[in-house]
């Protein structure tokens, strides 16, 4: 007889990762390759969302002008550590959802401070 393992789904996702996990069901058979494929496709995009939303994040609020190579390796090690921080909370905590309104702050503060560059400018 062979041995299943399987990996339950939590029902009480946040709604993003619950947006990308909706189709799975509760639990996942990893022996069954149609549902190990739906888990690691369902992973992914939460993990790209959640790597586009920190890149919108560190521009409006954080990024410099720096060199390309310098440049380079900030990404990287954004892309690194957003792969672990989804690895490892991307489920439990509502990561897409603080990174939105993060996003949402930090546009309206920089349009905000374009405003009063403008002004003074005029």
Same mark, same amino acid.
């Given at each position: 007889?062979?041995?299943?393992?399987?990996?339950?789904?939590?029902? +009480?996702?946040?709604?993003?990762?619950?947006?990308?996990?909706? +189709?799975?069901?509760?639990?996942?058979?990893?022996?069954?390759?149609?549902?190990?494929?739906?888990?690691?496709?369902?992973?992914?995009?939460? %993990?790209?969302?959640?790597?586009?939303?920190?890149?919108?994040?560190?521009?409006?609020?954080?990024?410099?002008?720096?060199?390309?190579?310098?440049?380079?390796?900030? %990404?990287?090690?954004?892309?690194?550590?957003?792969?672990?921080?989804?690895?490892?909370?991307?489920?439990?905590?509502?990561?897409?959802?603080?990174?939105?309104?993060?996003?949402?702050?930090?546009?309206? %503060?920089?349009?905000?401070?374009?405003?009063?560059?403008?002004?003074?400018?005029?």
């Amino acid at each position: 007889m062979e041995a299943t393992s399987t990996l339950r789904v939590p029902e +009480d996702l946040w709604p993003v990762a619950d947006f990308f996990f909706r +189709d799975l069901g509760p639990e996942v058979n990893l022996n069954n390759t149609a549902e190990a494929s739906a888990l690691f496709q369902s992973f992914f995009w939460l %993990y790209i969302t959640i790597v586009v939303l920190t890149i919108i994040t560190f521009k409006l609020g954080f990024a410099k002008k720096l060199p390309l190579l310098k440049n380079v390796v900030v %990404y990287a090690v954004l892309v690194i550590g957003t792969f672990l921080l989804t690895l490892m909370l991307g489920l439990n905590l509502p990561l897409a959802e603080s990174l939105v309104a993060s996003s949402i702050v930090l546009g309206l %503060y920089r349009l905000r401070l374009s405003r009063e560059r403008k002004e003074r400018q005029a």
